[in-house]
């Protein structure tokens, strides 16, 4: 927390509902920039990217 005068700002509620919307956008651009550098198949994007979420869940790192 910092103080301002009279005001007081929570640096970690900011970081909280921060970065929860950036990981959806980084990734997005990760799989964008993937395809356009790399010309990879689309299909091979979406089958790593459903890959990598399943791994994640299965370990406990994506909540819903």
């Known amino acids: 927390k910092f103080r301002f ?3 007081i ?3 970690q509620e900011s970081l909280e509902g921060l970065f ?3 990981l959806p ?3 997005t ?3 964008a ?3 356009r550098s ?3 198949n ?3 994007v979406i089958l790593v990217t459903v890959v990598v979420g399943l791994v994640l869940g299965a370990a406990g790192f994506l909540i819903v």
């Open 5 to 7: 005068g009279e005001a």
């Open 9 to 11: 700002i929570n640096i």
């Open 20 to 22: 929860p919307r950036l």
């Open 25 to 27: 956008w980084g990734g």
């Open 29 to 31: 651009w990760l799989r």
């Open 33 to 35: 920039w993937l395809r």
């Open 38 to 40: 790399r010309t990879e």
């Open 42 to 44: 689309p299909a091979i």
